[in-house]
């Protein structure tokens, strides 16, 4: 199915959304795919199919090669700032219209706010929230992102200690935000509905937020053209795509009026 695709909601989830007045939606990296941003797993196209998270994503891959990482960050900066929200960030924008909506992300681009949402928790934090990796100190200086990849670049040196800078994201091994991530516990457990979009359910704690929804009595339905972990504990799994599927439903609530 295409950004371009008509989706008809099905029934089962129509009556679920007509119903909801508290929505947290859960994503993930297939809600950026339609705006051009690659996912990590997708077979071929993914980014860990094509680059050892290992050498790139770690504290220790930047206290090893911090040119080659930064590289590698700079190159995704340039194609978050290329691409634009798809008809799917746009539809959960215009949900905040008609119902209590609030994100809860594991994207680091901004697509969502570029969209209009205004709730967004970024669990994995954001690309250019630049930081010291030595002090911790934000980092605030124009950036110079070159429009193609290069193979290493060395990253700014923090005006308060001369540090390394970092990128704002969480890498593996480090935890996630702590306030963020017991917002996004909150979040789960006492919506009405969880709407899971374009994860593949594999990366903890965040992972772990459909199921703590499910048991707190909330209704999770997923939106992903794939089965995935996520797909044995929703009730209802709607195989689309976030640009297809979010659109019919934004526009079936905004046809059922306020909630
Ligand atoms: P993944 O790449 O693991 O999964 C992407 C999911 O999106 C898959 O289940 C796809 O089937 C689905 N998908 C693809 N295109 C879609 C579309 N157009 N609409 C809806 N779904 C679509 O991405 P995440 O689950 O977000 O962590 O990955 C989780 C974390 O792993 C990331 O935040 C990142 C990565 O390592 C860090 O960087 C810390």
């Known amino acids: 199915m295409s950004a371009d695709s008509p989706a008809t909601v099905p029934a089962v989830i129509g009556d679920v959304i007509a119903a909801a007045h508290r929505i947290v939606v859960l994503s993930g990296a297939g809600m950026s795919a339609e705006s051009g941003m690659p996912t990590f797993r997708d077979a071929g196209t993914g980014l860990w199919s094509q680059y050892d998270p290992m050498t790139l994503a770690t504290p220790e891959a930047f206290s090893h090669a911090p040119d080659v990482v930064w590289a590698w960050y700079l190159w995704r900066m340039h194609l978050v700032r290329t691409c634009q929200p798809n008809a799917g960030h746009v539809a959960i924008a215009e949900l905040a219209e008609h119902r209590e ?61 001369g540090g390394a800078v970092r990128p704002g ?39 772990g937020l459909p199921a703590l929804a499910r048991g707190a009595g909330v209704t999770v ?29 934004a526009r079936l609530v905004r046809a059922s009026g306020a909630g």
């Not at 901004?110 to 934090?125: K, M, N, P, T, Y």
């Not at 934000?138 to 193609?148: G, K």
Request: with cysteine; proline share 9%; glycine share 4%.
């Open 101 to 161: 909506v609030s994100v809860v992300t594991q994207n680091v681009d901004d697509l969502h706010e570029r969209a209009g949402s205004r709730d967004v928790i970024h669990l994995h934090g954001t690309l250019e929230a630049l930081r010291c990796s030595a002090c911790d100190s934000p980092h605030r200086a124009p950036l110079q992102i070159p429009a193609e990849q290069r193979p290493s670049v060395d990253p700014p040196q923090c005006h308060q200690c």
């Open 169 to 207: 994201v969480v890498w593996f091994g480090e935890m996630l935000p702590t306030a963020s991530f017991m917002r996004a516990e909150q979040l789960a457990q006492t919506a009405d509905l969880a709407l899971v979009v374009g994860t593949s359910g594999l990366v903890f704690p965040a992972a």
């Open 221 to 249: 339905v997923e939106i992903n053209p794939q089965h995935t972990p996520v797909s044995d504990v929703c009730q209802h799994s709607w195989r689309s795509t976030a640009a297809a599927a979010l659109p019919a439903l």
